[in-house]
Nanobody, 125 residues
């Protein structure tokens, strides 16, 4: 059974930083693409970042470019999201997602067949 489990969410003041982690179990995604999405209250799911099996292949949503960094540890089956200069509009539940084909780097949620349960991030003064 494949599971993706996020951790690292919490509350932070504007301008602060948080680091999220996602651990996959049940199968290896070392050859796949892993991604982060988020969903704010009352809004649809929004693409945040993705990283392919080639770790130099990354993609970011426009609203997080230059502030967030996605990385992965393929040996540990983990993906990370470093979030800097956080803004109140970054407040959301953050979800880890995975796709088996690591050459497909996409911001489209329908591509990803495996999802975590989410971790909450709140940015507020």
């Amino acid at each position: 059974q494949v599971q993706l489990v996020e951790s690292g969410g919490g509350s932070v003041q504007p301008g602060g930083s948080l680091s999220l982690s996602c651990t996959a179990s049940g199968r290896s995604f070392s050859g796949g693409t892993m991604a982060w999405f988020r969903q704010a209250p009352g809004k649809g799911r929004q693409f945040v970042a993705a990283i392919g099996t080639n770790t130099r292949s990354t993609l970011y949503g426009d609203s997080v470019k230059g502030r967030f960094t996605v990385s992965r540890d393929k040996a540990k089956n983990m993906v990370f999201l470093q979030m800097n200069n956080l803004k109140p509009e970054d407040t959301a539940d953050y979800y880890c997602a995975a796709h088996w084909d690591g050459t497909v780097i996409s911001g489209n949620e329908v591509v990803y067949g495996f999802w975590g349960q989410g971790t909450q991030v709140t940015v507020s003064s």
